[in-house]
């Protein structure tokens, strides 16, 4: 009789042999914005892709367009300490929220 995996196991190893690791880890950005970033900043702006580790984010004006620019070190080391891999290389922000 075969032991029986418990189901995160069987995940974890399916993620693994299908390379969706990097993948998961990106989709962890948009699903945990605000835990990254913190309250105040989730409310005036919020990830919309990421393309070429680039992120793009949306923000409610230009006012924070600038202030968030002069933190976006600070954001990069966040988010991809959060993540666990250097996903995010560099920041763009576009006022539309």
Same mark, same amino acid.
């Given at each position: ?6 189901? +995160?196991?069987?995940?974890?190893? %399916?993620? #693994?042999?299908?390379?969706?690791? =990097?993948?998961?880890?990106? !989709? ?5 914005w ?9 409310? +005036?702006?919020?990830p919309?892709? %990421?393309? #070429?580790?680039?992120?793009?984010? =949306?923000?409610?004006?230009? !006012? ?14 966040r ?19």
């Open positions: 009789m075969k032991e029986i995996e418990d189901i +995160k196991s069987i995940i974890g190893g %399916l993620i #693994r042999d299908l390379n969706m690791d =990097s993948k998961l880890n990106v !989709t962890n950005i948009f699903s945990h605000e835990e990254i970033v913190g309250t105040e900043i989730s409310k +005036k702006a919020r919309v892709k %990421l393309v #070429r580790n680039t992120l793009y984010i =949306s923000v409610a004006s230009s !006012t924070w367009a600038n202030e968030l620019r002069m933190m976006s070190g600070q954001l990069i080391d988010i991809n300490l959060f993540v666990g891999e250097d996903v995010v290389k560099s920041i763009k922000f576009r006022q539309n929220l």
